[in-house]
């Protein structure tokens, strides 16, 4: 498996702004082969900004990169950086990028 993940610095006062563009695109991931799930993720408060992620979890590095070459993520990212919303973050999103080592998961529940 491989994880997509982008940091985003959301500016203080533009978390719901941010949210909702988040809320009402349409992404288009579950039209790509490969693609497992997407969780958009909130994290710390800092004093200028609310740290944000976005994960995306695929089979593997090839299909995540096919997908940053397809016309979905053409059509998903064209309103990105849409001057309706003004500048939600402090700078460009940060990108990293997992290939996943180990998986740990719950114990089926035996049966008594």
């Known amino acids: 498996m ?9 500016r ?5 702004a941010f949210e909702q563009v ?5 992404t288009y991931l579950d039209r790509m ?6 969780h958009l993720l909130k994290g710390p408060e800092a004093e200028d ?3 944000y992620s976005s994960h995306t979890v695929w089979q593997s590095k090839a299909t995540f990169e096919a997908w940053t070459k397809s016309e979905e993520f053409r059509a998903a990212h064209a ?4 001057e ?9 999103p940060q990108f990293e ?13 035996s049966a008594a």
């Open 12 to 16: 203080k006062g533009s978390e719901q």
């Open 84 to 92: 309706r919303t003004g500048p939600l973050y402090l700078e460009h």
């Open 79 to 82: 309103r990105a950086g849409n």
């Open 49 to 51: 900004h609310t740290l």
């Open 33 to 38: 082969p490969g693609f497992v799930e997407f």
């Open 22 to 26: 988040w809320a009402s695109r349409e």
């Open 97 to 109: 990028g997992f290939e996943v080592l180990q998986t740990v998961r719950p114990r089926e529940a």
């Open 2 to 10: 491989y994880i997509a993940m982008n940091r985003f610095r959301v």
